[in-house]
């Protein structure tokens, strides 16, 4: 009883910030768990999964970020060649992992407003006044940031890479994915037949605040 006191006590004294990091910490210790298990399941078989089946899951939750092949935006990094340069483990740590390792070319930047409302994403463009901001939220459509408004800014540890992808695919679904984006992607010369005109209309206008 005295020590469940004292323990009680304890946590009274904690600020909030101190019991949300705490929390977090415990937290942490099954995801990562799993995440390891998914890992070691995932790479018994450098072969398991369809590319056929995958490509349905790349275009429903990468492909409004990564290119691969005809499919796909120039939002995050190029997967065309990933199967050259990288193995099966290597891809899904990627995704289990997003943050673990973020390119120079995809770092994101956070911007702390005059506001308190809080962006985060890559930088298309900046000029003396305004910054361009691709977020996660809406990649397709950037966001502009005064200058005037911000209060504070630098680089994000977090990627633009949603962490918990992997929660949303079935066992299947993941193997199917790996095994998608390791195989030969899909034949540009083939979309493009009858896009041509599409893309001619599809020049995106900038802001006049960052032109």
């Known amino acids: ?54 490509r349905k899951t790349f275009e429903d939750r990468c492909a409004v ?6 499919i796909g935006k120039d939002v995050g990094p190029d997967l065309t060649t990933i199967a050259s340069r990288f193995k099966r483990r290597d891809v899904l740590e990627s995704i289990l992992w997003p943050s673990k390792v973020i390119s120079d070319q995809y770092q994101p930047e956070v911007f702390e407003l005059s506001d308190g409302k809080v962006v985060s994403g890559l930088i298309v463009r900046e000029n003396a006044t305004a910054v361009l901001v691709r977020t996660p939220e809406n990649p397709d459509k950037p966001t502009v940031v005064t200058k005037a408004q911000i209060a504070n800014r630098g680089p994000s540890t977090v990627s633009m890479m949603p962490e918990a992808l992997y929660e949303k695919l079935s066992p299947a679904e993941l193997s199917d994915l790996l095994a998608f984006v390791l195989a030969p992607p899909p034949d540009k010369e083939a979309q493009a037949q009858g896009s041509g005109l599409r893309a001619q209309g599809s020049r995106k206008v900038l802001p006049p605040e960052v032109r």
């Open 1 to 54: 009883m005295i020590r469940t006191t004292k323990t009680l006590f304890a946590a009274m004294l904690m600020s909030s910030a101190a019991i949300a990091a705490l929390a977090a910490q415990q937290q942490a210790a099954p995801n990562e768990q799993a995440k390891e298990e998914i890992l070691a399941f995932q790479t018994k078989d450098e072969k398991s999964g369809t590319p056929a089946n995958g």
């Open 65 to 70: 970020c990564h290119r691969f092949g005809a």
